[in-house]
């Protein structure tokens, strides 16, 4: 159980258009999402929950114009890089918890964006 | 600095065992977690431990706490080639993440 789909797996896109990525609870329901960018060699950043039905909270630095979180069910949420630039280019991941805060994230399998 | 800190490379010989470390610094954290990403993919969560606990073995897994030191590890016995990937442990409520443990296994 919990399984967390995220689409699509690789995107290349040029500069100056936006790309959807779509993160989905499979088998649960999920009130919070969460957002992350994982650098090469890197940990994990947040960059924003993702909260049912409000709007999404955004971490320091990272601009809420630039990447758009939408989640308008319990089952989806959605990140839109808009206006996309090369230094966009990164693995984004979504994660979910099917219970309360204490409880495991399951992740998505991650999107490789890459913008040309 | 980050909260939760791990060493950024292990190497070892298929078959021997794995053991990669883990120090936090919240004391309220209430669940620690281990989580495995293989290359071009997401983060499969392993195991978890409640802090109160002090050791969970799950098959080849075996999760050690120490709460006074907040240092946490994970035991991987047997290693294989498969099991080649980065390791993250990650603390509750706030999920914070370490760097991740680069795991290589040589045949």
């Known amino acids: 159980g919990a399984v967390v789909s995220q689409h699509p797996s690789r995107v290349i896109c040029k500069s100056g258009t936006s790309v959807k990525i779509e993160c989905r609870s499979l088998?649960?329901?999920?009130?919070?999402m969460f957002w992350y960018r994982q650098f090469p060699k890197k940990s994990l950043m947040l960059m924003a929950t993702s909260n049912e039905g409000s709007k999404a909270t955004y971490e320091q630095g990272v601009e809420k114009d630039k990447f758009l979180i939408n989640h308008a069910s319990l089952t989806l949420s959605t990140l839109t890089v808009t206006s996309a630039h090369p230094e966009d280019s990164s693995f984004y991941i979504c994660?979910?918890?099917?219970?309360?805060?204490?409880?495991?994230?399951?992740f998505g399998n991650g999107t490789r964006l890459t913008v040309t | 600095g980050e909260d939760v800190e791990q060493s950024l490379f292990l190497s070892v010989r298929e078959g021997d065992s794995s053991v990669i470390n883990c120090t936090y610094t919240?004391?309220?954290?209430?669940?620690l977690y281990w989580y495995k990403q293989e290359p071009g993919a997401g983060l499969q969560l392993l195991t978890y431990?409640?802090?109160?606990?002090d050791m969970k073995q799950d098959q080849r897994l075996t999760v050690l706490l120490n709460k006074k030191d907040k240092h946490l590890s994970l035991r991987i016995a047997d290693t294989q080639t498969g099991d080649s990937a980065i390791y993250f442990c990650?603390?509750?409520?706030?999920?914070?993440f370490g760097a991740g443990t680069r795991l290589t296994v040589k045949p």
């Open positions: 431990i409640f802090s109160n606990m």
């Open positions: 088998d649960f329901q999920a009130t919070t």
């Open positions: 919240d004391s309220s954290s209430t669940y």
């Open positions: 994660s979910a918890s099917a219970g309360p805060k204490d409880s495991p994230l399951h």
């Open positions: 990650a603390e509750s409520p706030d999920m914070r």
